[in-house]
């Protein structure tokens, strides 16, 4: 009768699989060491509504998964990724906010021994709340200590280990009776997949402003190198070249008999800067002239530099 009931569960389990990946266009795969089955409940419980919490043996959702492969050839790529222990979160939500919420249900642990640390762990000197008893559990330790008032006090501060250190038993009992709890232990997104790609979690921090502003920075690199060589127009630099060509265009006409209506003003402030002096507003004061004739100075530097700046690339950049 057991057996018939453990049949008849993996069943089930399959079948809930089939249905996630029909209701659902979007996964993580996360791992789930050192996460309890009361965590798993309160990590679905907290993330109802936007994404479901699926765990089951690999092999059980790799011959799922296999048999989907026949209709869906890009959850191959799901398939091969089940290793170890990890689990799947299916959403049709915001992936960004779902990550988010998936880091976000953590449970602080004790030290565990055979695991690998999460993170540095020193114990500050000072007095503890150890019986005089443990003075020699803490010997074994190599950690200096001496009885005050009735309590052991560490003498000075003791890095017990480091990030990615195995953790033995001596140190995770030390933890235990110190009544640290240095880790935290929650489901850790590995992989992304998401429209038939898979990636890691990390993409999802790109942001459209940073996408943007990497086109527009290749987008300027292919237009300089075309104006550069001057042979090889693009989309890229074309407005660039007519530009160039009207500035050339504008110093032509500046210097020889030789004129076209949009060069006419120019060629007219040439003449007579002080016309367009006058054109300021009646009753302005003698600073505000100045300030006209300065501007008029700058604007005609800034007209000699649009006529020499093709020489930055190329002398024959008029042939654009």
């Not at 890009?74 to 170890?84: C, D, F, G, T």
């Not at 953790?167 to 110190?178: E, P």
Request: one cysteine or more; a negative charge; glycine letters at 6%.
């Amino acid at each position: 009768m057991a057996s018939k009931k453990t049949k008849d569960r993996k069943y089930q389990l399959a079948s809930e699989l089939e249905e996630h990946f029909d209701n659902y266009k979007k996964l993580f795969i996360v791992d789930c060491d050192n996460v309890g089955s009361d965590q798993m409940h309160g990590i679905r419980k907290a993330m109802r509504g936007e994404a479901v919490v699926y765990c089951g043996k690999n092999t059980q959702m790799r011959r799922v998964i296999r048999t989907l492969e026949e209709s869906r050839p890009e959850l191959e790529k799901i398939r091969q990724a089940m290793k170890l222990n990890v689990a799947l979160v299916f959403t049709n939500g915001d992936l960004s906010k779902v990550r988010d919420a998936i880091v976000d249900n953590k449970k602080p642990s004790a030290a565990k021994a055979g695991s690998f640390a999460q993170c540095d762990v020193t114990i500050e000197k000072g007095i503890t709340a150890l019986e005089p008893s443990m003075t020699q559990f803490l010997q074994a330790l190599n950690i200096g200590s001496k009885i005050t008032k009735g309590m052991i006090e560490i003498i000075n501060d003791v890095e017990l280990f480091k990030e990615g250190d195995k953790i033995d038993a001596s140190q995770a009992a030390l933890l235990q009776k110190l009544d640290i709890t240095p880790f935290e232990y929650g489901l850790v997104p590995k992989l992304v997949f998401d429209n038939g790609s898979l990636f890691e979690p990390a993409v999802l921090d790109i942001q459209e402003s940073q996408i943007i502003a990497q086109f527009q920075n290749c987008l300027r690199n292919a237009a300089c190198v075309s104006i550069g060589l001057g042979k090889f127009p693009t989309v890229a630099s074309v407005p660039y070249s007519i530009m160039i060509a009207f500035a050339n265009m504008l110093a032509v006409a500046c210097e020889l008999d030789f004129s076209f209506p949009q060069a006419e003003e120019i060629k007219a402030y040439l003449a007579d800067p002080s016309a367009f002096a006058s054109a300021a507003p009646a009753g302005g004061s003698t600073a505000a002239a100045s300030t006209t004739k300065a501007a008029a100075v700058e604007e005609e530097s800034e007209e000699e530099e649009m006529a020499g700046g093709p020489g930055l690339f190329d002398a024959g950049g008029d042939d654009y």
